[in-house]
Structures are given as C-alpha cells and as structure tokens.
C-alpha cells in the first residue's frame, strides 16, 4: 500500500515538473516576443487548475498515508495554489492577465514562481523515488 502511495505521488510530480517546465517555457516564449500576452496567459490559464488538482492530490496523499513530513512538505504549495486562484481579481482572465501580465514586473515574478516549483517539484521527486524504493525494499 505504501509503495503504491508513493508511485502514484512520483507520477503526480512527473506531471508536475512537465507543467512547469511548460510555464517556464511558455513565459520566455512572451518575454522574448514569440508569442503575444493573450495567447500566452490563456494557454498558462488552461492549465493552472490542473496544477492545483495534481498539488492537492499529493497533499492529500501524504496526509491520508500518514506521511507527516512529506505533507506538511507539501502544504505550502497547495495552500499557494489555492490562494493564488482565489485571489483573481474580478474581470481578470485568470491568474495570468494578458493586460497585467507586462506591469509592476509580473512577468518576472510568475518566472520567478515557475522556476522555484520546478526545483520544488523537482526536491519532491527524489523524496518520493527514495521513499518508493524504501517502501518496496521493506515490503
């Protein structure tokens, strides 16, 4: 059961890293002028829920395998995810703006964000690959 938890959680965080590497991609995509900010922010946006639901999935994971370390590892990000979607302005597109996206720098803070969850996801990674075989070694 153990190992079980942890190979769905490894390939929770496989789609993870895949997501934020697409964010990172996609955000140098319109800082470098390939593309233009709505088709930008509307191809991160389809996309910001499924992050959430997969961050949570593994949060809840944890929590319900008893796991406390790797949960309370995990609660920060999911509560940031939740926070973030909640807190979309009225009239917003979504949490990426095509209008917005250009002022106040936030550009660089949503690449700030997609690079810290891409070493986050990537440290959850290597916890999890260490705790399924861990599991599966003591099983």
């Known amino acids: 059961m153990e190992a079980a938890v942890f190979i769905l959680s490894l390939v929770d965080c496989c789609a993870l890293i895949f997501l934020s590497v697409y964010f990172i991609i996609t955000l140098s995509d319109l800082e470098c002028d390939y593309i233009n900010a709505r088709a930008c922010c509307s191809k991160l946006n389809k996309w910001v829920i499924p992050e959430m639901i997969g961050q ?60 810290i969850k891409l070493g986050y996801h990537l440290l959850c990674f290597f916890i999890y690959l260490y705790s399924m075989i861990l599991a599966l070694i003591n099983d």
């Open 56 to 115: 949570c999935l593994s949060t809840m994971l944890m929590l319900v395998s008893m796991h406390w370390f790797i949960f309370l590892l995990n609660l920060p990000v999911s509560a940031w995810n939740i926070y973030r979607h909640v807190k979309v302005p009225m009239g917003n597109m979504g949490v990426f703006d095509p209008t917005e996206i250009h002022n106040r720098g936030q550009l660089k803070s949503h690449m700030k964000e997609a690079m």
